[in-house]
C-alpha cells in the first residue's frame, strides 16, 4: 500500500529508541523527511546515522521534551532545515510507577512536564505550520492503562489520561484544518526502559519478558515495530477520515475499547 509519505516532514520525540526509534525507520523507509529528537547524545548520533542510510533526509538533535527552552529550540530547527512539519508523533516518555503516598511532588511534575506539557508545547508549535500547509497529522503515544488504570500506577496513568483528553479535543478543535489527531494506547511493548528494568532485577532479557507476558491474554510482549506500523498507517494517506480515536495496541490485555 502506497502511504503517501514522499516528501513529508515527520518529527517523532523519543526517537532514539523502541516504538520512538522503530517508527523513525518505517517513516524514513516509506519516503519521509524525519526529525527526532532524545536526551542522549550518544544515542541521537546513532539513530541518526541509521536514518541516513535509509536516504531520508534527517534532523537529529539532543533536547529535552521536559523543557520548553529545548522543546522550541528542536522545533525552531525543523522548520529551519526543512521548512515545514506535516507530521508530529509524541512519544517522548518514561513508564514511572509508584504508590500514591510514596510519589513525591517533584516525581509528579517532571512526569507531567515531560508527557503532557511536553505534547502540549510541541503540538502547538507544529499546528501553524501544518495549517499553514493545508492539514497534517499528530499521534500522542499513551497507554491502555490510561483508561482502566490499576493501583499503584501513578503518575503514568494519570499523564497518559491527559494524553487521551488532550487527543480528543485537539481533533474536535482542528478538524475543519484537516489536522488529524489520534492516539495509540500501548501496552507492554519491548523497549530499552524495560530491558534496563530487567537488569535491575536480576534477569536476561527473555526471562523479563516471559514473565511480563503471562498478564497478556496474546502471551506475548510486544514489539516495537508492530507499534511504529500502526502509527505510519495513522499518519498516512490511508487514515484521511481517522480522527479523535484511540487504538489499543496491547495484545488484548485491556478490559475496555
Request: with cysteine.
Amino acid at each position: 500500500m502506497e502511504l503517501g509519505l514522499k516528501g513529508k516532514v515527520a518529527v517523532v520525540t523519543g526517537g532514539t529508541e523502541g516504538i520512538g526509534k522503530a517508527t523513525a525507520l518505517l517513516l524514513a523507509r516509506e519516503g519521509a523527511t524525519v526529525a527526532i529528537c532524545s536526551r542522549n547524545q550518544a544515542r541521537v548520533d546513532s539513530v541518526g546515522a541509521q536514518l541516513r542510510e535509509t536516504g531520508a533526509q534527517v534532523l537529529a538533535l539532543s533536547a529535552d521534551m521536559g523543557k520548553a527552552a529545548d522543546i522550541e529550540r528542536f522545533m525552531q530547527a525543523v522548520v529551519d532545515q526543512f521548512g515545514r512539519i506535516d507530521i508530529l508523533v509524541n512519544n517522548a516518555g518514561t513508564s514511572k510507577r509508584g504508590a500514591f503516598l510514596e510519589l513525591t511532588d517533584e516525581e509528579w511534575s517532571a512526569d507531567i512536564e515531560l508527557k503532557v506539557f511536553g505534547a502540549i508545547r510541541c503540538s502547538r508549535l507544529a499546528i501553524p505550520h501544518m495549517k499553514k500547509n493545508g492539514g497534517g497529522r499528530i499521534v500522542n503515544i499513551t497507554i491502555s492503562s490510561a483508561k482502566q488504570p490499576g493501583a499503584g500506577s501513578y503518575p503514568t496513568s494519570v499523564s497518559r489520561a491527559a494524553g487521551l483528553a488532550i487527543t480528543k479535543a485537539m481533533s474536535k478543535e482542528f478538524a475543519a484544518d484537516n489536522i488529524l489527531v489520534n492516539t495509540v494506547c500501548i501496552g507492554k511493548i519491548k523497549s530499552g526502559q524495560h530491558e534496563r528494568r530487567y537488569k535491575k532485577e536480576g534477569l536476561t532479557a527473555d526471562e523479563y519478558y516471559a514473565k511480563a507476558a503471562k498478564d497478556i491474554p496474546m502471551q506475548r510482549v510486544g514489539e516495537a515495530e508492530e507499534v511504529a506500523t500502526v502509527i505510519a498507517f495513522l499518519v498516512s494517506d490511508a487514515a484521511s477520515y481517522v480522527t479523535g480515536t484511540s487504538i489499543n495496541l496491547d495484545g488484548g490485555m485491556s478490559g475496555v475499547l
